[in-house]
């Protein structure tokens, strides 16, 4: 189950380019191919109207979660993500919870489509055949299971696409 939203929000660009700072700073490096991730910051980092919006459309999917942290990324021209989920298996394992992909800035089309493959592990199993595709769009809010793979594709575009990614468990 993925849940498509557009909100009304403030324009958070420039909060989430002071939190990151220099782009060239170290950052994290997942499955992001080029770009910029950063470390995971705590949910008391993200600003307090975001993340009153994200937990309200969590909540509706599940109300036994909460933020366990976030992330910011950067993609530039070329930059793209592998396929990966956002599930912890760190022992022990949690429960599936609800993760995320909020646009911050999408300033041009082709920016790099995210692709949802499927669930496999815990959470009602499901192959997306064919994969489902949504455009990045600023303020557009993608919630999913914590265990569904999926990537995204390259910003054909010469400018930066700017998300946050977050994860919700219990």
Known sequence: ???????????????????????????????????????????EDMPD???????HYVHVIDNTVNMVHWWINVNGNGHANTTHDHYDRTPPAEPIGVSGIFYVSVPED????V??????????????DPPKKFK????????FPSDCFHSVEPN???KERISIAFNHTR
């Open 49 to 55: 109207s975001l993340k009153r919006c994200i937990d």
């Open 1 to 43: 189950m993925i849940k498509d939203y557009t909100v009304k929000l403030l324009d958070y660009t420039d909060t989430m380019s002071q939190i990151v700072g220099d782009y060239t700073q170290i950052g994290r490096s997942k499955s992001n191919v080029g770009g910029y991730q950063s470390i995971l910051l705590e949910p």
């Open 156 to 158: 054909e575009s010469s």
């Open 110 to 113: 082709n920016m790099g489509d």
């Open 136 to 143: 990045p769009k600023t303020n557009r809010l993608l919630l």
């Open 115 to 128: 692709v949802f493959q499927g669930t496999v592990m815990r959470s009602n199993p499901t192959l997306y």
